[in-house]
């Protein structure tokens, strides 16, 4: 057998030392103890940690079976779902629109005199609406005009002696005014009426005009706002029936527009959701009577 690799030993040898020191072999370190707790040459013997030194009972991590290292709930304890009041659910809830909590607005549960009239036995009375107060501004506009300028003239004739021309400017002020009147009186009458089963225009005072269209016919349905409309409230509506030009195919100023088109749409799509939610709100009045 061949002598064994490298020089002799020689105990006089002045690189002995450092060529031992350089040779020896670098013990293993565990990872979990962590510089300067492990054992071995350059790295003294201190206290090595244990799972839960320095990781004590705290807040958010308290309870048994945790670990305080790694901050795992125990998976036997199960999760507890935090307690939400009704109270504070009762805000945050939404519906098809998708939006925002959507407030239906009250409606009327029976018809008027004037609207039932056109109803048969087996509709469902949805609501019915007053054009917006806007469709009166032309009338108001004119009367308040013809107030101030025939008063005004009224005046300037009585102190020139001038009988009979003032009383034509009272006679034109009297007809200003019955004609205003008429056209309030013709806005009170004008009412569009929504049932399960169709959409209805009714006005006239004298001559009553009837203009209907079956919900199953509508093929589209919009409204527009103009800026003034959405400052005040006010739309629009615009009906299709399958291309074809019908009677009741623009409704202008109707109040509130959002809220009518969603009911319109509502009555066309889910008339079940509508029929459940009335249902519910009679119950819950007559539960109100009965308290």
């Known amino acids: 057998m061949g002598s064994p690799s490298g020089p002799p030993f020689d105990p006089d040898d002045p690189d002995r030392e450092r060529r031992e020191r350089d040779t020896e072999p670098i013990p293993r370190i565990d990872p979990d103890d962590g510089p300067g707790y492990g054992p071995g040459p350059g790295y003294g013997a201190g206290p090595s940690l244990s799972d839960d030194a320095a990781f004590g009972d705290g807040p958010g991590f308290a309870g048994e079976g945790q670990s305080g290292r790694a901050w795992i709930r125990d998976p036997e304890g199960g999760y507890q779902p935090p307690q939400i009041s009704e109270d504070e659910l009762s805000g945050l809830r939404v519906d098809a629109s998708g939006m925002a909590p959507r407030r239906v607005l009250p409606l009327e549960d029976e018809p008027s005199s004037l609207v039932a009239r056109y ?5 469902r009375y949805r609501g019915e609406w007053k054009r917006h107060w806007i469709h009166l501004s032309t009338p108001i506009i004119i009367g308040v005009a013809a107030t101030f300028v025939l008063g005004y003239l009224s005046g ?3 102190g020139r002696n001038v ?18 009147a008429w056209r309030v009186a ?17 006005n006239g005072i004298i001559t009553r005009r009837v203009a209907m269209m079956p919900l199953v016919r509508v093929t589209d349905m919009k409204y527009e706002q ?13 009906l299709e029936s399958a291309g074809q030009e019908q009677a009741l195919r623009e409704v202008k100023n109707l109040p509130n527009p959002n809220e009518l088109y969603l009911r319109v749409v509502e009555e066309m799509y889910e008339p079940q959701a509508v029929e459940a939610r009335l249902g519910k709100e009679a119950d819950e009045a007559k539960a109100d009577d009965g308290a």
């Open 226 to 238: 103009t800026p003034a409309g959405r400052a005040l409230n006010y739309g629009t509506f615009v």
């Open 186 to 202: 013709d806005w009170w009458y004008d009412r569009f009426i929504l049932t399960n089963k169709r959409v209805m225009v009714v």
């Open 163 to 180: 009988g009979a021309l003032t009383t034509v400017a009272v006679l034109l002020w009297f007809a200003v005014m019955g004609w205003v």
């Open 156 to 158: 300037f004739l009585a």
């Open 119 to 123: 109803l048969f036995p087996t509709e």
